[in-house]
């Protein structure tokens, strides 16, 4: 009888260990089966990102977008226009074109100094000399409309630097340095009597010590 209890506690103990074995087992597969999910999880969202990124830097939906915006801007809808070249700035930020012309639906809007940063990036990103023109001439344009004469002055001369021949860019510095000339002339009283005052004071500063 002790021989057969003995044998019987063996199995017991044997089927005992089998079970936790199996356990284990199951608990391993349990956590490859996980980490093995995780992953093609992390490779799907990583497709999709790879996806939208080549999506955002495609040259077609750029074109699409500038050409659209143009030909809103044709039909004078500036509004839908600076949509549509925001949207192509969307998909490239370096795009010179589409800072160019949102600048252009900017000015139309007399959104001046928005107008004026989206000449400054294209400026920024140029690399053709007839675009750079254009930017600095429409630059002009901006300061002449926020009468900051000396700024539209130095525009229109980098506008001019790069494409001599233009008449209008020439007309636009003449008349900018006309009116600069005027708003200094105008300042020198004020000055004039600024400084006068501060004497004044001065004076009598000096007397009451």
């Known amino acids: 009888m002790k021989i057969m209890r003995y044998i019987l506690l063996m199995l017991v103990t044997a089927v005992t260990i089998g079970v936790?074995?199996?356990?284990?087992?199951?608990?391993?597969?349990?956590?490859?089966?996980?980490?093995?999910?995780?992953?093609?999880?992390?490779q799907a969202e990583q497709k999709a990102e790879n996806r939208n990124t080549q999506r955002k830097l495609s040259p077609k939906n750029e074109r699409n977008r500038l050409r659209s915006g143009?030909?809103?801007?044709?039909?004078?809808?500036?509004?839908?226009?600076?949509?549509?070249?925001?949207?192509?700035?969307?998909?490239?930020?370096?795009?010179?074109?589409?800072?160019?012309?949102?600048?252009?639906?900017l000015y139309?809007?007399?959104?001046?100094?928005?107008a004026a940063k989206s000449y400054l990036n294209a400026l920024n990103s140029a690399e053709n000399d007839d675009v750079k023109s254009q930017a600095y001439h429409n630059l002009g344009n901006v300061m002449m409309q926020q009468q900051q004469y000396d700024q539209a002055v130095e525009a229109y001369k980098n506008s001019l630097r790069l494409n001599p021949s233009d008449n209008e860019t020439r007309y636009n510095l003449c008349l900018a340095r006309k009116l600069l000339k005027e708003q200094e002339q105008e300042q020198q009283p004020e000055q004039q009597q600024d400084e006068q005052q501060q004497e004044e004071e001065q004076q009598q500063q000096q007397q009451q010590q």
Do not use: C, T, W
């Open 20 to 42: 936790a074995a199996q356990d284990n087992q199951s608990l391993a597969d349990m956590h490859r089966n996980q980490v093995e999910q995780m992953r093609e999880e992390q």
């Open 108 to 114: 139309r809007q007399d959104k001046h100094e928005e």
């Open 70 to 105: 143009n030909n809103m801007y044709k039909d004078e809808k500036y509004v839908d226009s600076e949509n549509e070249y925001r949207r192509a700035i969307e998909f490239n930020p370096n795009s010179q074109i589409a800072d160019y012309n949102l600048g252009n639906s």
